[in-house]
Each structure stands twice: as C-alpha cells, then as structure tokens.
C-alpha cells in the first residue's frame, strides 16, 4: 500500500485490446487532450464487455491503494445489458463508489468502439486505404452502410470491415488493434463529437489539466 503522495494516476480497466489501444493513444497525446503527463496501467477485462459491467469492482480492487483514479471503457454492444448508455455507466459507477473509488468514471461506447473511428477526417482514409473520406463515405452510402442524413454509420463495425475489404488501394487490408492507436494518435480530437468520447475528454481533463 502507498501513501498519497506516491500513487500513480489512473488505471483504466478496458473490455478489449482495441480498446486498449485507442486509451494509449490518447495518453500519448497529452498536451492536445489538456491535461499534463500522466502515470497510467490499463488492463484489459478476460470477460470483455460483459466481464466490465459485472466485475469491475472486483478487477480494480486490487489496484484501489495504488491509483488515485480509475477509468472503465466498454461497449454497450455486446455488454448484456438492454439499459441505455447513460443506466448502464450508472450501475457501473455505483459500484466502483461502493467498492472505495472516490474517482471513478464509467465509458459507455454506443454501440461500439468502431463509432469513434468516423470522424470526417483525412487520416481515416488513409489508414482504410482510400483516396480521401467523401470517396469513401459516398461508397458507404451506395452500398447501404450508411443511410443519408446520418451523422455515422448505425453499424459502425460493420462499416469498417466492408470500407477494408474493398479499399481501392490495398483490398482485403487487415484490421488490427494497432489500427485503433494510430487513429487516436493521429486524428484531430475536435472531430470526434460521440457522447462517449467527450465524455473521456472531459474527466481527463478534469482530473488531470
């Protein structure tokens, strides 16, 4: 057990590498986010997203003497849970305050990570193996992805693996878990506008500008 003055800031329990991945990005970036340098962990939950609303209290309370705040990240696809964004970070929140956590934020992505990769930006062409984004969102479009008047596709996995697998310049490109660290160091943060995403920023910030 520490003291205060020797815990490290955050550790962030996460419901996959994917994830994971986007988190240490963003890290990376320190001064675009507004915060100042921060020590971190971030482990990833063996039972994913379901694993993350059941057991959060239970993987973080190891870490509650050696980290001032703790974060958790999960999809709302695939979580188990039919309650809206906002019910289910309550519940998970409620837990983490229970179990000791006096600095403990819940992310809820709705529906999925993937929705935070479709940010009108030249860097998610590039990385998708596009000419450039109106090309490719105009092709979403055609084929179905992506309904006119959306702001983004409602499948935005889906969108993805179909704008890899048919990529003018490289078809069949792979999607991997560094992909998702590259877009977060990379694309602008001014233009992600997803709930969950601002709702990142702004706890960063608050704890750590």
């Known amino acids: ?51 993350c609303v059941k057991g959060a209290a239970d993987a973080l309370r190891c870490h509650l003497q050696n980290y001032r705040h703790c974060v958790v990240i999960l999809d709302r696809q695939g979580c188990g849970k039919r309650e809206s964004r906002e019910d289910i970070q309550g519940q998970v929140e409620d837990q983490l305050h229970n179990n000791g956590w006096p600095h403990g934020q819940v992310i809820v992505i709705d529906p999925e990570l993937e929705v935070w990769v479709w940010s009108d930006s030249p860097v998610v062409a590039d990385l998708l193996q596009w000419p450039d984004y109106q090309t490719l969102q105009g092709w979403l479009q055609r084929e179905g992805y992506w309904p006119a008047g959306a702001a983004k596709p409602p499948n935005p996995k889906a969108a993805m693996l179909a704008a890899m697998e048919n990529a003018p310049r490289s078809p069949r490109c792979r999607q991997s878990a560094g992909n998702f660290f590259y877009l977060a160091s990379q694309v602008s943060l001014r233009r992600c506008q997803d709930p969950a995403f601002n709702a990142l920023q702004q706890t960063l910030r608050q704890w750590f500008s």
Request: glycine fraction near 10%.
């Open 1 to 51: 057990m520490r003291d205060g003055s020797n815990m490290d800031d955050l550790v962030a329990l996460v419901a996959d590498v994917c994830i994971g991945q986007t988190l240490s990005g963003l890290l990376s970036r320190s001064k675009s986010l507004g915060i100042r340098n921060i020590s971190h962990r971030i482990i990833v939950h063996p039972n994913r997203d379901p694993g």
